[in-house]
């Protein structure tokens, strides 16, 4: 049997692509269609080079996302309507591009094209058109020779011609930007053209190879073994994608991508500074592929919103051929790198109780860099204290132990103890002696214990900022 065919809207043309639908983008946009102003440079994700625009139809008007061609596959780009460097062309320069070349933000030009992708996504999407936004927008793209100075004077000169107007795809800033010169006229025609091809909608298709959310780790980890593996993917089921409060429990649905939460107003209302907390960790191109359920499934000792989670008290809801079950997320991991998930079984959902009035959230995190890298020792922690004593408190902790890690012995010490530096103290020393770290490319065993300890302190600060003469040294 053949390989499948795959349709989809590339730059201003249709196009069917008869290769196998686990194939990476990156290698059928530069061998198959001869479009080499998108480049080939990590094929990890990290250098931003070859970025593309993904638009999907979402309530009638496209979403577009800058993602890496190099981590996306074939069959997830079906029914979408893919934009490359190519596709970007106008009559002119664009403000964009103009800007990078009379502010000196381009030498080589290898990194270029992934940059001016970057902001077309920033434009098209970003729910306010602002500096910081742009800049975080350009998080996952790296300039080896020209340096990044020239291209933030570019970024103030762009945003300084922009308009602030018009939500994320709504018509007003789709035709805001075509009558600026800013992106072609054929992102105008798009909508209806894909809605000739069907859209994007799969309900519950059955499972026929192995399962691919953002892919994000997995086509890193396994390129080759999924190219001929007909994958399922899971970021086109709409009942797994979402976020909504039931009864007071926040519900998040498992192929909902890590963008999603940190946009999400109800899940800023209800952890005020998670969106920072989530910016740590990947660039937004990652940010716009990676999912909840894939960060939770690759069983990290130290995924960062494996550890967020835990300490929320969150409970995962897993669908199989068993029926559907639900178990509290510190159950889900049952030793390195292990699950405690059926044969066949699909986390559909995970929920926690929303945060009571009068809660504190803390996520603290130490790695090489501020930014984009993976923690030596991350942490958080969910607690209320009123009147001098601690009503609640739950703790979590990574890179301690073969898993994600919930503190219970520690937040069990905690809970109705009176918020005292001694008290927080000796809760510092339960927690020493529930965790297990080794020595490794992050850190030795005491560093990482050194750290958690560190960490600890600065969770309970931000409880207590008037105990810091009693915690710190």
């Known amino acids: 049997m053949g390989a499948p065919t795959t349709r989809f809207l590339l730059n201003r043309d249709e196009v069917r692509v008869d290769l196998p639908a686990g194939t ?14 998108t480049k080939e440079g990590c094929r990890e994700g990290d250098c931003g080079a070859c970025m593309v625009l993904l638009g999907e139809p979402l309530d009638g008007v496209i979403r577009y996302r800058a993602v890496n ?5 074939l069959g997830d780009a079906a029914g979408r309507h893919v934009v490359t460097i190519e596709g970007l062309r106008t009559s002119a320069l664009s403000p964009a591009q103009r800007a990078f070349v009379e502010d000196g933000a381009t030498q080589c030009g290898f990194c270029t094209p992934g940059f001016i992708v970057s902001l077309a996504g920033f434009l098209l999407s970003a729910p306010h058109l602002t500096v910081d936004a742009a800049r975080d927008a ?13 291209i933030r004077r570019a970024l103030h000169r762009i945003c300084a011609a922009l308009p602030d107007r018009g ?24 909508a209806a053209r894909l809605r000739t091809m069907g859209g994007t909608a799969v309900a519950a298709p059955a499972v026929t190879g192995p399962l691919v959310a953002g892919g994000t780790d997995l ?54 500074g998670i969106e920072g907390h989530l910016r740590l960790a990947a660039s937004r191109p990652i ?17 960062d919103l494996s550890i967020l989670l835990l300490a929320l008290g969150t409970f995962v809801r897993l669908s199989g051929r068993g029926g559907a079950r639900e178990l509290p997320l510190r159950a889900l991991f049952t ?28 996520f603290e995190k130490v790695s090489r860099r501020r930014h984009l890298d993976i923690a030596s020792v991350n942490s958080a922690m969910l607690a209320v204290a009123r009147a001098g004593r601690i009503e609640s408190m739950s703790l979590s902790a990574g890179g301690v132990a073969p898993v994600p890690l919930h503190l219970s012995r520690a937040s069990a010490f905690l809970a109705g103890a009176p918020l005292d530096a001694a008290t927080l103290r000796a809760a510092m020393a339960v927690a020493q002696e529930e965790i297990a770290p080794i020595s490794d490319v992050r850190g030795s065993a005491g560093y990482k214990r050194s750290l958690l300890g560190r960490l600890l302190t600065a ?11 009693g915690l710190l040294p």
């Open 459 to 469: 969770h309970f600060l931000r409880l207590a900022p008037e105990l810091e003469a």
């Open 287 to 303: 940010r716009h592929r990676a999912t909840v359920a894939g960060n939770l499934v690759n069983a990290s000792p130290i995924g």
């Open 69 to 73: 061609s190099c981590l996306l596959p």
């Open 138 to 150: 350009l998080a996952g793209n790296i300039c080896r020779c020209t340096g990044y100075v020239s």
């Open 219 to 272: 086509f890193v980890q396994r390129a080759a073994e999924l190219l001929d593996a007909a994958p399922t993917f899971l970021s086109r089921r709409r009942e797994l994608q979402g976020i909504r409060l039931e009864q007071a429990v926040c519900l998040i649905g498992a192929a909902t991508t890590w963008s999603d939460l940190e946009d999400s107003p109800l899940l800023r209302g209800l952890l005020p």
């Open 335 to 362: 030793g390195y790198k292990q699950l405690a998930l059926q044969d066949g079984e699909l986390v559909t959902e995970v929920g926690f109780d929303a945060p009571p009035e009068g809660a504190v959230f803390s």
């Open 24 to 37: 990476v983008l990156l290698d059928v946009l530069r061998r198959e269609r001869g479009l080499t102003g």
């Open 167 to 190: 939500s994320p795809g709504a018509p007003d800033r789709l035709h805001g930007l075509i009558a600026g010169g800013w992106i072609p006229e054929h992102f105008a025609e798009a």
